[in-house]
């Protein structure tokens, strides 16, 4: 399957503005990004799609660039965009914000579309501050991949251990952390973004509910990796410590 990664990139961030730009270990964090997109054997090519010309003029350096408008509500709506123009049988979106993403999740979800409309990856909560933090997204996955559900709650609920501390219940099931990376086919990510927001998107702000609330199959990889991004300034010297390492 012929597969393109695209990167949304915003300059305006609310608690990181720049955050694109930031230079992380010498080079600008969207140049991390890409870099660990073209490790992915499943990538015919890597594009990033941005809405700011100081962003399109350092990425156009290293990275094809695609200018979108600046209008879009989400990154799905910026990857449409591209995709309107760019001709693939799919499209990968990986989070900017990510200089040490694994290829082999980028791998895992654009495999994933090999049988299914839609592909993300979750990896199993193994941080305590994880189970009941809502800025933490829960995937409930059926024994198919594929998946069941998504919330800022800790799902499922263990009923027989509701009383028991919230360790005792991390350790008695493997809850599903989501990670932030979609996979699209062209035609089913040019129809998702005709859809209005779903009553389930609205009340969680998570837009991957519009995919199952209108039908679309969304297959889950496992995946042992976990996110490590760039959220605020405080987090460079972490992800700069963990590159060090890595070297």
Do not use: W
């Amino acid at each position: 399957m012929n597969l393109i990664g695209v990167i949304p990139a915003r300059f305006a961030s609310t608690r990181f503005p720049g955050k694109p730009l930031h230079l992380i270990a010498g080079k600008p964090l969207i140049q991390h990004v890409v870099e660990r997109c073209r490790l992915a054997r499943s990538l015919a090519d890597v594009i990033v799609a941005t809405d700011d010309a100081r962003i399109a003029e350092v990425a156009a350096k290293f990275c094809r660039v695609e200018m979108t408008r600046d209008d879009h509500p989400s990154g799905t709506d910026r990857i449409a965009e591209v995709a309107s123009r760019v001709s693939a049988e799919g499209y990968v979106n990986i989070q900017g914000d990510e200089p040490l993403m694994d290829p082999a999740v980028i791998d895992a979800v654009a495999a994933g579309l090999a049988g299914s409309e839609m592909s993300t990856a979750a990896t199993p909560i193994r941080d305590l501050a994880e189970y009941d933090n809502p800025n933490v997204v829960k995937a409930v996955v059926a024994a198919n991949g594929r998946a069941l559900y998504f919330s800022r709650r800790t799902i499922p609920y263990l009923r027989d251990l509701a009383a028991k501390p919230a360790a005792e219940q991390l350790a008695a099931f493997p809850f599903l952390k989501h990670l932030g990376i979609y996979g699209y086919r062209r035609e089913t990510l040019l129809r998702l973004v005709t859809f209005p927001v779903s009553p389930l998107e609205a009340a969680e702000k998570l837009e991957q509910l519009r995919a199952l609330e209108n039908g679309i199959i969304i297959t889950v990889a496992r995946v042992h990796h976990d996110s490590v991004g760039v959220d605020v300034p405080a987090d460079v010297a972490r992800v700069e410590a963990l590159l060090a390492a890595q070297s």
